[in-house]
Nanobody
């Protein structure tokens, strides 16, 4: 089992920056897994934001956040970060981190096995 806990959400203004953290604990096995960030706005489906392959550091992003958000990791702390810059009101959502333990490296929520509880990010205009 893997436990994930997110930190760092809150209420910010458009144009501001926020950094989210997600600490992983429990059995992650080898380093061949992917950690991702997703978000879900009210009335909408959960959507992919960014992900990082833990063993290589290779990253990929959704088109909606590319160039504004950066995902990174701290191996020693088993923590993944999401630096969000130039925030827009449409970025408002609950943000979740998740683990793809089978290294599928996709953007599909169904391919992620473990999920955090989520943290709210609200961007006012």
């Amino acid at each position: 089992q893997v436990q994930l806990v997110e930190f760092g959400g809150g209420l910010v203004q458009a144009g501001d920056s926020v950094r989210l953290s997600c600490a992983a604990s429990g059995r992650t096995g080898s380093s061949r897994y992917v950690m991702g960030w997703f978000r879900q706005a009210p009335g909408k489906e959960r959507e992919f934001v960014a992900a990082i392959k833990w063993n290589t550091g290779w990253t990929y992003y959704s088109d909606s956040v590319k160039g504004r958000f950066t995902i990174s990791r701290d191996n020693a702390k088993n923590t993944v970060y999401l630096q969000m810059n130039s925030l827009k009101p449409e970025d408002t959502a609950v943000y979740y981190c998740a683990v793809d333990s089978l290294y599928r490296a996709t953007m599909a929520p169904r391919d992620y096995d473990y999920w955090g509880q989520g943290t709210q990010v609200t961007v006012s205009s």
